[in-house]
């Protein structure tokens, strides 16, 4: 993947998941421990334990060469909220010839 561009992610969770039951759902994107962006409900396209992310030209042009993605979900359970987390995925991003963002 390069930066500048409007790359499409699509991760599947364990089956048996169901994330279009859950109370909200964040798709993280970090390197070293450092927070670079979350998208959540609104911003994903979701399917029973699928997951589709689609990043902006503005979002993608500050990412490092190495990215890690996570998904969090919250769910309601006999009355009680809980939290659940995917495993670490680590993402490669290559310097784009062209910096700036294209209409």
């Not at 689609?54 to 979002?59: F, H, I, K, N, W």
Request: hydrophobic content about 35%; charged content about 20%; some cysteine.
């Amino acid at each position: 993947m390069f930066t500048y561009t409007t790359p499409t992610f699509t991760m599947s969770l364990p089956e048996g998941i169901d994330l279009g039951s859950a109370d909200n759902v964040y798709v993280t994107f970090a390197t070293n421990g450092k927070h670079i962006l979350t998208k959540s409900n609104g911003d994903l396209f979701i399917r029973k334990n699928v997951i589709r992310v689609t990043l902006t030209q503005s979002e993608t042009k500050n990412f490092p060469h190495r990215v890690n993605l996570q998904v969090n979900w919250t769910y309601t359970e006999d009355g009680m909220q809980k939290r659940a987390c995917s495993n670490v995925k680590s993402l490669e991003f290559r310097n784009n010839l062209v910096e700036e963002e294209l209409v």
